[in-house]
């Protein structure tokens, strides 16, 4: 079993930035790769980045890449998502899991309850 909690959303206007965080913990956490996954009102849930424990292969979606970053810190269990130059279609629940990665939601089995990123124009 794994258990992750995310923070760090909230309301900032356009071209702002926000860093979220995701605390993670669990017997099998090193054998997972952590993911933040979002998803807007009537949208489905998509990948944003992925990234292995131990940090050596990391993913992002088109949408993101240049503006985004995932990263970790072992020492503390935490997996964070660096978001720059946030737009307006950047506004969903994020949710961290954690599974055995890829870009589906399936390959995911544990989530967080979200944290809402509004980005206002």
């Known amino acids: 079993q794994v258990q992750v909690v995310e923070s760090g959303g909230g309301l900032v206007q356009a071209g702002e930035s926000l860093k979220l965080s995701c605390l993670a913990s669990?017997?099998?956490?090193?054998?997972?790769?952590m993911g933040w996954f979002r998803q807007a009102p009537g949208k489905e849930r998509d990948l944003v980045a992925a990234i292995s424990w131990s940090g050596s292969s990391v993913a992002y979606t088109e949408f993101v890449k240049g503006r985004f970053t995932i990263s970790r810190d072992n020492a503390k269990n935490t997996v964070y998502l660096q978001m720059n130059s946030l737009k307006p279609e950047d506004t969903a629940v994020y949710l961290c899991?954690?599974?055995?990665?890829?870009?589906?939601?399936?390959?995911?089995?544990?989530w967080g309850q979200g944290t809402q990123v509004t980005v206002s124009s």
């Open positions: 669990g017997r099998a956490l090193n054998r997972c790769f």
């Open positions: 899991a954690a599974g055995s990665g890829g870009t589906l939601p399936t390959m995911y089995p544990y």
